[in-house]
């Protein structure tokens, strides 16, 4: 049995790409898409007509609504390759507006149910984990539209997310990695930070463990990652999002895996509920300089190609 088919055991195996003729040979459940994985995608040939067309199709239209629409055309096509959901992006820029955001889901949901989507089953929105964020997302899944929390780097985040009860959550390992790589420069020691020492994947089992003991229902999807070791550290995570690169490793290699996390090991230890209103959450995300950078630099990192496709399209 190679390490995908291993992993499968335990976890939900996601693919992290907007290049979906690449989805069929990892037969992953679901895939996660992000303008920067868009924006990649429509500058190879294979994926450039797409653009074509979207912008002859709704020209005269506002920007923003014709790349929702190359957004939603994405995602329909890997809806046709893949069994399970695909999560699609509102536009980062919006990151500290509630409003704006919750309307601009809707109308990717809209898109999406024009196309003979069943939105409840197959559609996730994507949403940065900002307060604004969390809170649309709180109020977006109260009407059935269900939400993937992404630029996620803190328990504080993920508790806010958990409280707010939406569907699931992206923590970004390889992210929380970076960071530390770089803040601890020449004294940074890789060996001693693999695996299950690894800050990204030590991250996501305080929440995994968290949320199991505390009996929340919000899925945790791990993401960004940076090597098959930080993935092997997380099997047993409800999902996991993977590059195809990294997927190509994990089915091409026979060597021995074993389960990392389990939900019921994690009901028994002592992790009391906690909780956060508005500012206590911004005081513990800014307490937290990792996250703060990180989100920080993840929204203008996916606000700036989302321009980069606006100039494209123009």
Request: with cysteine.
């Amino acid at each position: 049995m190679n390490q995908l088919d291993a992993l499968r055991q335990w976890t939900t195996v996601v693919a992290d790409t907007g290049d979906f003729h690449q989805l069929a040979q990892f037969k992953p459940r679901d895939a996660t898409t992000n303008p920067s994985l868009i924006l990649k995608a429509v500058q190879k040939s294979d994926y450039r007509p797409l653009l074509d067309e979207a912008v002859k199709k709704y020209k005269g239209k506002p920007m923003d609504e014709v790349i929702d629409r190359l957004l939603v055309r994405f995602g329909t096509e890997i809806l046709s390759i893949i069994p399970g959901r695909v999560s699609t992006e509102v536009d980062a820029r919006l990151a500290f507006d509630t409003e704006a955001t919750m309307a601009r889901a809707v109308r990717i949901v809209d898109l999406y149910k024009a196309e003979g989507i069943d939105v409840s089953k197959r559609l996730l929105i994507k949403i940065a984990s900002t307060w604004e964020g969390i809170e649309a997302a709180r109020q977006l899944q109260q009407k059935g539209i269900n939400c993937n929390l992404t630029l996620l780097f803190s328990f504080s985040q993920a508790v806010a997310c958990g409280a707010a009860g939406v569907k699931l959550i992206s923590p970004f390992v390889g992210r929380i990695y970076d960071w530390h790589k770089k803040n601890e420069g020449s004294k940074w020691d890789e060996a001693a930070n693999a695996g299950a020492n690894d800050p990204g994947v030590k991250s996501v089992r305080q929440i995994f463990d968290y949320y199991k003991k505390n009996g929340i229902a919000t899925e945790i999807m791990g993401a960004s990652f940076r090597n098959v070791g930080q993935i092997a550290a997380l099997a047993g995570c409800d999902l996991l999002t993977i590059s195809p690169e990294l997927l190509g490793e994990l089915a091409g290699s026979e060597a021995p895996f074993t389960r990392a996390l389990d939900p019921e090991a994690a009901k028994k230890l002592d992790l009391p509920k906690v909780s956060f209103d508005e500012a206590s959450f911004r005081f513990a995300l800014n307490e937290d300089q990792m996250a703060t950078e990180k989100l920080s630099e993840g929204i203008r990192a996916f606000a700036g190609d989302a321009v980069k496709l606006e100039k494209l399209m123009a």
